[in-house]
């Protein structure tokens, strides 16, 4: 379970990971990926992108979250809420449904429950200045989540953004690329129809690296999303390990309930005392 931790509470708590009650069992159908399209002017790239984001107030979801270390690994259940651009929560549950992590995100904060270890955290971003590789955002996270074209550092991709990314439109897929005030780039991929295939985050020496994928194109909802995302983690070009995310169930629009309830007994620590916890050698 520590080495399940190990990457749920750093991939949750810095980019994130942090991760669908559709009734009946007809699968969603599956759409392909458009490997060609006609080039677009820059602004209007941008705008076709936007008008094709997947579209939501609330949003529950299952999955399957697969852990995957080198040389082992482990699976478990997780549900998600979420209430656009306002907060949005995961709920672990390896063994029959019981929860061992919840974390909950807001605009201005994180919440992590280890049950397992009877400790929580909870800190403002603003805590965590200098603790992290990159800058909180909450509405960057939620774009990771939903398949959204983001701008670090924004809450919107607005037009007044559009000419801070640089936008490559040779083959068959659109490459966007940005860069934030710490220096980290981020590279966008999109296919011939601005579906959003993959995000990527690396630091300017590219020691260290996120790459976040799409796949699995289906319609929810009528409207495309990707029911497999794959997250993995670089450093100094090798693999550490990542998270793949298989989603099963997905409803939008639907009432959901944020919370998180932490029980007297627990031992509050900071998120440097977690990260220290799980860093090799330490």
Not at 127 to 151: A, D, E, K
Not at 230 to 239: C, I, L, R
Request: hydrophobic share 45%; aromatic share 10%.
């Amino acid at each position: 379970m520590k080495k399940i931790l190990k990457y749920i509470i750093p991939c949750a708590a810095l980019f994130t990971v942090g991760f669908f009650l559709l009734p009946g069992c007809k699968s969603p159908r599956k759409i392909a990926t458009v490997e060609t399209g006609a080039a677009k002017a820059h602004a209007d790239f941008f705008d076709s992108m936007r008008g094709k984001e997947f579209q939501f107030e609330t949003l529950s979801a299952r999955m399957n979250a697969e852990i995957l270390i080198p040389g082992k690994e482990m699976s478990s259940r997780v549900d998600m809420k979420m209430v656009k651009d306002s907060a949005f929560m995961l709920s672990v549950q390896p063994l029959l449904g019981i929860e061992l992590f919840r974390l909950v995100m807001d605009r201005d904060s994180i919440k992590i429950v280890d049950r397992m270890n009877r400790r929580y955290l909870a800190e403002n971003y603003a805590g965590l200045i200098g603790q992290t590789p990159i800058v909180f955002n909450y509405n960057n996270l939620q774009s990771l989540f939903v398949n959204h074209l983001f701008y670090p550092g924004e809450d919107a991709v607005a037009p007044a953004v559009y000419p801070r990314f640089s936008l490559n439109q040779e083959g068959s897929k659109a490459e966007i690329r940005a860069k934030d005030k710490m220096g980290l780039s981020y590279t966008f991929t999109a296919d011939g129809e601005e579906k959003l295939l993959s995000t990527s985050i690396a630091d300017r020496a590219e020691s260290f690296a996120l790459q976040w994928m799409y796949s699995d194109f289906r319609i929810t909802d009528e409207q495309p999303f990707p029911m497999l995302m794959d997250m993995n983690v670089f450093a100094k070009g090798a693999s550490k390990g990542g998270v793949r995310l298989a989603f099963s169930r997905v409803q939008t629009n639907v009432p959901v309930q944020i919370e998180v309830s932490i029980p007297d007994r627990y031992r509050r620590v900071t998120f440097a005392e977690i990260m220290k916890m799980f860093r090799p050698n330490e």
